[in-house]
């Protein structure tokens, strides 16, 4: 009994003044990640760091909703092509909510696991995007290469854009988990108790 | 003049969600609302009272709360559903509506969620936003705003919907002296009840008629300036007035205690009694 | 004199055309160049696109975002001119490098593909205002709640936009050189994201307590006035909605029958 109604307030999410302003933090958060990562220019996108927090947060709708709208707005105001990956990012909102909820960013060993699971989820929504828009590239150096040089020796092309895909997933979406379970390690209880508090 | 509240706390305990330490500790006051200054160091319980005040905790923030408020005999919660509360926050720039073009949409936001017409909207705008020096900015960006002018914007926002109990979290810390000067002259002159946090203590003993001393939670002592000034005499967290130190270094008093406002240290110097 | 006319005329049509439709031409544009099967019929779509992008009032943005697809384009066009599967006619040589005709009409379809959608999108946002969507939007029926939601967003992203390029360009002026190995890069990124974070949320909270006072779920909450007329708009969501649903429906018939 106990355990239904904790997966049933898992999922329940309303549109409060709460949510409603965490949403636009999130995003305005995966841009600022994003920025860094290439001002840095380090080899990983970065820009879902907000999403995982909205989702450790506030739940897995709310990082999925968080998602959904930073690709969409995003393609709309600054890069077009960031739309379609809306479904990534509701792919990964919901993976981490979830993961979260099951308490595997409770401690750093198992933030590791949980991360694998979430690039799995990351790149096998991603790569049919890749595939059906950019012939299965990611534009991203390295994992072009890795692809250019799976297709050169007649590798299935949706094989080969899964591996670019999930090579730079893995990579990302590790360092975006552990610095998401730093992060709220450090956040303050009053601010995580106001978002816990209005799921 | 105006509108005086009676507030009434008793025995009221507090303390955040997830927290063990109270913010407010067996708050008991029985008083009348007219122009009341909230002072004490930081961390004292001032913001959580206003919070409290506002219906914020509970609503919005989780807390534990014992004790009961009323305002003019009713209960906090009743209260504040018939009638308009507003609050004024520390940060300006966060309590913005983040989506307004201009200062007017800014300070016309609460105006449409009261459902008022165009034209009384309109009024509502132009009349705030001369009392508070912004007419000139009206057709500008928020983000184009100065600190001390994003903090009088977002005390303009909340007087346009002519609140029936206004609080204001220390609400001129970004402001130049001149704009603090002019925000207390209007405050003076304003005629619903206020209770204001800050550290401002020459200001709030021209403005104030009551002041509240909150430390560590627990209310320490509520009452007229003059009274507060002299019974923390010698209390170095307590600031003192301009006037009611160079009232104590002249050794001038006016009315039985040390002046609180330029004007009393003026009768003081001039009539009063000499030490 | 006459430069200033036809372009304040030029914002004229398209300034009574409401962001819903031309949203809906995005989504039309794209299936269009999707179910178009080879460079001619692309090709077609996307000089439709490119004369909506010649009654653009500003075209500068548009080349920032042209230019960062332009050079995965390349690339596609060089990956998969050599190395796609169907290659079988060679186009040219390069010295040793035989490229495929096949692999690079693909990616030209592709690419065109790309260019569609971003030269329909900037259409959509160079020619609205976001006061202009966030009122035309409630007016159409979505509550305020989402409204906010949505625009708060737009409000946000180009704002840091805008004040990350500022502090990119004062640290060059200031002669700030980039951190050079992977490790002084993660020493640098730590102590300026957790802050900001933090405050993000924090602005967050503050922000939705404010909003709540100032009652952003009034129940009584008027809508906006604004002042424009558009031109058909029913009319021209029925429309495109209808010939969206056309084209996605030829999309599937095609992928059944193959």
Known sequence: ?199 | ?275 | MDAAKSASSNANWTASVDPVTKLLLILFFTLAAFCAQNLVEAGIVLVFTLALVFALPTKKSLWAMTAFSLFIIVTMVVIQGLFWPSNQTVAFHLGTIDFYQEGLKHALLLGSRILVIIFSTSFFIETTTLSENSRYLEKSGLSFKQVYVLMSVCYILPQMHRNLQKIRFAQKARGIQPAKSLWSKAKTLMPVLVPLIVKSFQEAMNRSISLQLRGFDSPVRRVPKSDRTYWQDRACHRLLAALSLVLVGVKIWEIICK
Not at chain 1, 125 to 148: E, K, M, R, Y
């Open chain 2, 1 to 275: 003049m105006g509108n005086h509240l009676q507030v009434a706390f008793d025995q009221v305990n507090l303390n955040y969600a997830g927290f063990d330490e109270l913010a407010l500790k067996k708050l008991t006051l029985h008083s009348e609302i007219n122009k009341v200054g909230l002072i004490g160091p930081s961390h004292a319980g001032k913001s959580t009272l206003l919070y409290l005040l506002a219906g914020v905790l509970d609503q919005v923030i989780p807390t534990e709360k014992s004790g009961t408020i009323a305002l003019d005999g009713q209960d906090l919660v009743n209260w504040l559903a018939s009638k308009q509360i507003g609050l004024v926050l520390q940060d300006p720039a966060s309590q913005l509506s983040g989506m307004a073009d201009t200062v007017f949409d800014e300070i016309a936001f609460g105006l449409y969620n009261q459902g008022l017409e165009e034209a009384e909207i309109e009024k509502r705008v132009q009349a705030v936003a001369q009392k508070l020096d912004l007419e000139d900015f009206l057709d500008q960006a928020p983000t184009a705003l100065s600190g001390g002018q994003i903090q009088r914007l977002a005390i303009a926002s909340i007087i346009a919907l002519k609140p029936d109990l206004l609080l204001l979290d220390d609400p001129t810390s970004q402001m130049d002296p001149l704009g603090r000067q002019h925000f207390f002259a209007w405050l003076k002159e304003s005629d619903c009840p206020v209770i204001i946090a800050s550290s401002e203590i020459d200001d709030l003993a021209e403005v104030c008629d009551q002041l509240w001393v909150l430390e560590d939670g627990e209310l320490q002592m509520a009452g007229k300036p003059a009274d507060i000034f002299m019974k923390f005499a010698n209390d170095q967290e307590i600031a003192k007035p301009a006037a009611f130190l160079m009232g104590e270094k002249m050794g001038c008093k006016f009315d039985g205690h040390y002046p609180v406002t330029a004007d009393e240290l003026m009768k003081a110097a001039a009539y009063g009694n000499h030490d």
């Open chain 1, 1 to 199: 009994m106990e355990a239904k109604n904790e997966n049933h307030s898992m999922w329940k999410f309303r549109l409060t003044a709460a949510t409603m302003t965490l949403i636009p933090a999130a995003v305005g958060i995966n841009y600022v990640a994003k920025a860094f990562a290439e001002g840095l220019k380090l080899p990983v996108w970065l820009g879902s760091l907000g999403t995982f927090l909205a989702s450790m947060l506030a739940g897995p709708v709310a990082g999925a909703i968080s998602g959904f709208i930073n690709n969409i707005i995003y393609g709309l105001t600054l890069s077009p092509i960031s739309t379609v990956y809306c479904l990534t990012s509701i792919g990964i909102g919901l993976a981490v909510g979830i993961l979260y909820e099951k308490g595997y960013f409770d401690k750093a060993s198992k933030v590791l696991p949980a991360a694998l699971v979430i690039a799995l989820v990351s790149a096998v929504i991603s790569t049919p995007l890749n595939v059906i828009f950019w012939g299965g590239q990611t534009g991203i150096a390295w994992g072009d290469a890795l692809f250019a040089y799976m297709t050169a020796h007649h590798v299935s092309i949706w094989i080969a854009s899964f591996a670019d895909e999930f090579v730079l997933d893995l990579l990302d979406k590790v360092i975006v988990a552990y610095l998401a379970y730093l992060i709220y390690k450090q956040m303050p209880k009053r601010l995580v108790f106001f978002f816990k508090g209005n799921r």
